[in-house]
């Protein structure tokens, strides 16, 4: 299995801030990664695919850029509305593998 | 407009069963791969099965539920299910149905439902 590891786990940040979070595959997936939004109580939300490609509707702030194993994840600057856990996802291989989630809290 | 609602969920005993069904409305279910993705509680999110448009020939499953859990569809009746057998503790999770994007490439989860929290615990 392809295993995706997320980084941070946690992250605060005061609104108007720059975030980013990164996501490893342990093997090369190309660009077959997709971010996903999940607010508590609620299910994930598709933000970017193909690992730079923003989903209809979802605000120019988001964006995502890498190929092979290194991706990364910024939200240019950051609101209110933002805070939720972020995971990514990679589609190159069954079993789909998510990573372990990135929390984020404003400060 | 596309919606996906899950039932079935609830408090299951260690050993026994459960069925969860997602019935899906605004699109052409037969048309659309689905799946079930679970959440244990605080925890990340992990795939568990896949089964193929039409008539859902094609089946996958996570090597933590293969064996125990079953995935299938009936189009007539607009709906996904997974039963659920030998349950352990470590299944108890919200459930979501998924629908996959109609592409081959890219392909990821563009609807979920809404979850179904199934409890295992004696």
């Known amino acids: 299995d392809i295993q995706m590891t997320q980084s941070p786990s946690s992250l605060s940040a005061s609104v108007g801030d720059r975030v980013t979070i990164t996501c490893q595959a342990s093997?090369?997936?190309?660009?077959?990664l997709n971010w996903y939004q999940q607010k508590p109580g609620k299910a994930p939300k598709l933000l970017i695919y193909?690992?730079?490609n923003l989903e209809t509707g979802v605000p120019s702030r988001f964006s995502g850029s890498g190929s092979g194993t290194e991706f990364t994840f910024t939200i240019s600057s950051l609101q209110p509305e933002d805070i939720a856990t972020y995971f990514c996802?990679?589609?190159?291989?069954?079993?789909?593998?998510f990573g372990q989630g990135t929390k984020l809290e404003i400060k | 407009e596309v919606q996906l609602v899950e039932s079935g969920g609830g408090l299951g005993q260690p050993g026994g069963s459960l069925r969860l069904s997602c019935a899906a409305s605004?699109?052409?279910?037969?048309?659309?791969?689905m799946n079930w993705v679970r959440q244990a509680p605080g925890k990340g999110l992990e795939w568990v099965s896949y089964?193929?448009?039409?008539?859902?020939?094609?089946?996958y499953y996570a090597d933590s539920v293969k064996g125990r859990f079953t995935i299938s569809r009936d189009n007539a009746k607009n709906s996904l299910y997974l039963q659920m057998n030998s349950l352990r503790a470590e299944d108890t999770a919200v459930y979501y149905c998924?629908?996959?994007?109609?592409?081959?490439?890219?392909?990821?989860?563009?609807?979920w439902g809404q979850g179904s929290l199934v409890t295992v615990s004696s």
């Open positions: 998924a629908r996959l994007v109609v592409t081959a490439i890219p392909r990821y989860f563009d609807y």
């Open positions: 605004g699109f052409s279910f037969s048309s659309y791969e």
């Open positions: 089964i193929s448009s039409g008539s859902g020939n094609t089946k």
């Open positions: 093997q090369d997936i190309r660009n077959y």
């Open positions: 193909d690992a730079s």
């Open positions: 996802q990679q589609y190159d291989n069954l079993p789909y593998t």
